[in-house]
């Protein structure tokens, strides 16, 4: 599975080193070569996230087996630590290498693509925290998202500890996996750290610089791509870019060309194509939200990559969807996690999750207009969790048959 950069692009030009669906596996890339043209038709590049802090991967085989019931081609591992203070990472509260390089052999060894999306996570968030036994007094200890943390992506337990740890964890398990079914493997050097991108721009360029040394001193250029995943935030310019000063918007700029992929957790309005006098009178068709997804798309890269950082086309590096899910406020703030819902309101939000999910599939069967090479689901929590996997009471059943249909193509089916 193609999760990074590609010299060939997408029908309709845009994101010019653009993954498409028809390059899904490529010879001569250190991937598996493609099928003939007789062969059954690919599912669509849609992926699942798998998160979990110290011991949360150590159910990975039965998950992965979940994962891999349903078709999905690629897993993004999202092994959590907790940011305990200024430049401060706890890495112990985060899954071992052998717990972590142990799942992401599993999904090697079984064909998938991989993407390490590690996140910083408020204290509070891990298992077993209670504030009244607490001794961590700073802001971050109960910080609401991990897009307000301060860090300075140089600091030691940020390079050393996550970047260049995840890079040895992964040189192992290659090691392990037997080359003829090693796919390429895509790591995010950053994760939704908005405010961190704001104020330390040069020194994600730096970051970058050194993850690259320490790929090539492992040996692993052509089997590791280094990305980075921003939040939706990017894409509402005061909430980010019209925060940074011109010197600091040419040094996000300089790190974005130089990245092999870039990725985006998409939570932006899907309701934006539907006429404004009938949005408060109907859901968008699946059409209409997949039109949304292709706008986003369009103004991300004209607004933001082309016009407030500078970028020229061909610096654009391969584009996919890190992150998409419908959250407790639906298909107009799929981002909200939380708030108390009726019965009635509940079974309303039911429906815009289904047609929020039906809107990505009719997004990625088409390449016209459409710019991401791949999307992964995020699927842990109420709403998120279309598939009942953690809790059958969460499950979706409209989202997840547009999710298996998708991949499931129509000439594999019984």
Same mark, same amino acid.
């Given at each position: 599975m193609l999760i990074g950069r &590609?010299?060939?692009? &997408?029908?309709?030009?845009?994101?010019?080193?653009?993954?498409?669906?028809?390059?899904?596996? /490529?010879?001569?890339?250190?991937?598996? %070569?493609?099928?003939p043209a007789s062969a059954q038709p690919k599912p669509l590049p849609i992926g699942v996230s798998y998160s979990g802090w110290r011991g949360g991967y150590a159910d990975a085989a039965?998950?992965? @087996?979940?994962?891999?019931?349903?078709?999905? %081609?690629?897993?993004? #591992?999202?092994?959590?630590? /907790?940011?305990?203070?200024?430049?401060?990472?706890?890495?112990?509260?985060?899954?071992?290498? !052998?717990?972590?390089?142990?799942?992401?052999?599993?999904?090697?060894?079984?064909?998938?693509?991989?993407?390490? @999306?590690?996140?910083?996570?408020?204290?509070?968030?891990?298992? +077993?925290? @209670?504030?009244?036994? &607490?001794?961590?007094?700073?802001?971050?200890a109960e910080c609401g998202w991990r897009g307000f943390f301060d860090l300075d992506p140089m600091t030691a337990d940020y390079?050393? +500890?996550?970047?260049?740890? &995840?890079?040895? =964890?992964?040189?192992?398990? *290659?090691?392990?996996? %037997?080359?003829?079914?090693?796919?390429?493997?895509? =790591?995010?050097?950053? /994760?939704? *750290?908005?405010?961190?991108?704001?104020?330390?721009?040069?020194?994600w360029g730096e970051l970058l610089t050194a993850a690259k040394k320490e790929r090539r001193r492992l040996g692993l250029e052509g089997k590791v791509l280094l990305s980075h995943n921003f939040s939706h935030h990017i894409q509402i310019p005061e909430d980010q870019i019209d925060r940074m000063d011109a010197r600091g918007r040419r040094a996000l700029g300089r790190y974005i060309a130089g990245l092999d992929a870039l990725a985006l957790s998409q939570y932006m309005d899907l309701t934006v194509v539907v006429p404004a006098a009938e949005r408060a009178n109907r859901l968008p068709s699946a059409?209409?939200?997949?039109e949304a997804l292709r706008v986003h798309d369009r103004r991300f890269r004209d607004d933001i990559l082309v016009g407030k950082l500078g970028l020229r !086309? @061909?610096?654009?590096?391969?584009?996919?969807?890190?992150? #998409?899910?419908?959250?407790? /406020?639906?298909l107009k703030h799929p981002n909200l996690w939380g708030g108390t819902r009726s019965a009635e309101e509940e079974r309303a939000l039911t429906k815009e999750i289904a047609r929020g999910h039906e809107g990505l599939v009719k997004y990625l069967a088409s390449e016209n207009g459409r710019t991401a090479g791949s999307a992964v689901l995020w699927v842990t929590g109420p709403h998120f969790d279309i598939f009942g996997w953690r809790n059958p009471a969460w499950a979706i059943p409209e989202a997840k048959a547009a999710?298996?249909?998708?991949?499931?193509?129509?000439?594999?089916? %019984?």
């Open positions: &590609s010299t060939v692009g &997408s029908s309709s030009g845009r994101f010019g080193r653009l993954a498409g669906v028809g390059l899904v596996m /490529a010879v001569g890339a250190g991937l598996l %070569p493609c099928p039965q998950r992965l @087996k979940s994962f891999a019931a349903v078709g999905f %081609p690629i897993v993004t #591992f999202v092994p959590a630590y /907790a940011y305990v203070g200024r430049n401060r990472i706890a890495l112990d509260a985060g899954p071992t290498s !052998a717990e972590l390089g142990g799942a992401v052999e599993l999904a090697l060894r079984d064909g998938r693509s991989v993407v390490m @999306k590690p996140h910083l996570e408020p204290p509070n968030h891990r298992p +077993g925290y @209670k504030r009244a036994l &607490s001794d961590n007094h700073s802001w971050r390079r050393e +500890g996550i970047v260049f740890a &995840s890079l040895r =964890l992964i040189t192992e398990v *290659l090691d392990r996996v %037997p080359a003829t079914t090693t796919p390429r493997v895509r =790591l995010d050097l950053g /994760a939704e *750290l908005m405010n961190s991108v704001v104020e330390f721009p040069q020194r059409d209409e939200v997949a !086309a @061909k610096e654009i590096p391969a584009f996919h969807l890190g992150e #998409f899910g419908i959250g407790a /406020a639906g999710i298996e249909e998708a991949l499931t193509p129509a000439a594999a089916r %019984p």
